[in-house]
């Protein structure tokens, strides 16, 4: 998993973003991928921000069958 600094700042960002698109709440999925994007870039954890904007197109082009392989991916590299 990450270090403990970024879950502390919202620890529940990754079950936010997992249930906003299970739900098929998307525009709730992309803006809380897009605060993890800069809170990742800001503490340099480039993948997880690299990883996060992929899963962030895939919703926006509307990409059915990459979008659970990109949130998969995501999960797996936060440990969450």
């Given amino acids: 998993g990450l270090p403990l600094e970024l879950w502390t700042l919202r ?3 990754m079950r936010v973003i997992r249930e906003a698109i299970e739900s098929g709440n998307f525009t709730l999925a992309e803006n809380a991928l897009h605060q993890l994007i ?3 870039g800001v503490h340099g954890w480039s ?3 690299e990883q996060a ?5 895939s919703l926006k082009a509307g990409e059915q069958n990459q979008i659970h392989e990109r ?3 995501l999960i ?3 440990g969450q």
């Fill in 71 to 73: 949130l998969d991916a």
């Fill in 76 to 78: 797996k590299l936060t």
């Fill in 38 to 40: 800069g809170t990742a």
């Fill in 53 to 57: 904007s992929r899963l962030r197109e």
């Fill in 11 to 13: 620890p529940d960002r």
């Fill in 47 to 49: 993948a997880v921000s």
